[in-house]
Nanobody, 118 residues
Framework: QVQLVESGGGLVQAGGSLRLSCVASGNTFSRYTMSWYLQAPGKERELVAI???????TYSDSAKGRFTISRDNAQKTVYLQMTSLKTEDTAVYYC????????????WGQGTQVTVSS
């Protein structure tokens, strides 16, 4: 079982920056693909960025060039550095861990609110 705890959300003006953190429990963090999702009010949850155990990253079109996902396996933490924030980035941001082994395993954090004001 893996528990994920996000932090770093808050209120920021458009054009500003925030760094989200997601700390995982357990001893197998490095094996997991880590990702960030967002869910805006009344909308479905959508992928923002992924970082694989290899360190390879993928971003949504909206996040490209503005957001950076990274991981520190020693600290069992994944980060999302967000810059040039826009009002449409306002959402709850969730951390997700998943891995394929003998079975598929998936875990979600509780979410952290990001609000971007104009």
């Amino acid at each position: 079982q893996v528990q994920l705890v996000e932090s770093g959300g808050g209120l920021v003006q458009a054009g500003g920056s925030l760094r989200l953190s997601c700390v995982a429990s357990g001893n197998t963090f490095s094996r997991y693909t880590m990702s960030w999702y967002l869910q805006a009010p009344g909308k479905e949850r959508e992928l923002v960025a992924i970082i694989f155990s290899s360190g390879t990253t993928t971003y949504s079109d909206s996040a490209k060039g503005r957001f950076t996902i990274s991981r520190d396996n020693a600290q069992k933490t994944v980060y999302l550095q967000m810059t040039s924030l826009k009002t449409e980035d306002t959402a709850v941001y969730y951390c997700r861990a998943h891995a394929w082994g003998a079975e598929f395993r998936e875990y979600w954090g509780q979410g952290t609110q990001v609000t971007v004001s104009s």
